[in-house]
């Protein structure tokens, strides 16, 4: 999940407003939900998530606020890291230039209010090339159409992000079995080398 830098001014003026339209359009785009247009819509969709609404609009200022910090701190590290956020749980992606990076993303990340656990699977070494950016498009716009289309899992409630051929996994499952379905369809997709999930099962996602 990341926002571009008018994204970030634009939304600044407004955040106190429950779903602004620009904010949630750009998250939508992210691959964490279907795309849907409209304010209304788009709540509706958080709404229907298993998360719920109020939590739904809690991580994504969760994963706003992130992004801000990173553009104020890096631009470069703004450029290379995305988020996946659920229940306060904030995964950090991407490929950045040396260690000190992970570690400062990283703290940029614990500062933000409502963050509950920061997992890092950031990666030191050169970023994706165009060809590799576009494959990765490609396997997780596979996976999406695959577990939508799967009526034994409950696609709204997963974020999906691949990277060089890995796929991280980033949501709530109803159980285990559905989570195994979902990471079954990911790995039967042609170009994927690894599934790491950071979904939580229902019934530990409550407790929380």
Not at 40 to 54: I, K, P, Y
Request: glycine share 10%; charged share 20%; aromatic share 4%.
């Amino acid at each position: 999940m990341r926002y571009l830098p008018e994204q970030l001014s634009a939304f600044a003026a407004g955040r106190r407003t429950l779903v602004g339209v620009a904010l949630l359009s750009a998250l939508c785009a992210s691959a964490c939900v279907p795309l849907v247009i409209g304010a209304g819509a788009t709540g509706g969709v958080m709404a229907a998530q298993d998360r719920g609404l109020e939590q739904g609009v809690n991580d994504n200022e969760i994963a706003f606020e992130i992004n801000r910090k990173l553009a104020e701190k890096d631009s470069k590290l703004f450029r290379r890291v995305s988020t996946q956020v659920s229940h306060g749980r904030v995964v950090l992606l991407g490929f950045v230039e040396k260690p000190e990076d992970r570690a400062a993303a990283t703290k940029v990340a614990w500062a933000v209010g409502g963050v509950k656990q920061v997992i890092d699977e950031l990666q030191v070494g050169k970023g994706r090339s165009f060809s590799e950016s576009t494959d990765d498009t490609l396997i997780t716009t596979k996976l999406r159409a695959a577990i939508t289309g799967d009526n034994r899992i409950v696609s709204i409630n997963y974020s999906l992000e691949t990277l060089r051929g890995t796929v991280y996994l980033m949501g709530i499952a109803q159980d285990q079995a559905e989570l195994n379905r979902v990471i079954a369809h990911a790995r039967g997709i042609s170009g994927v080398r690894n599934v790491i999930s950071n979904v939580q099962v229902k019934s530990s996602a409550a407790a929380q």
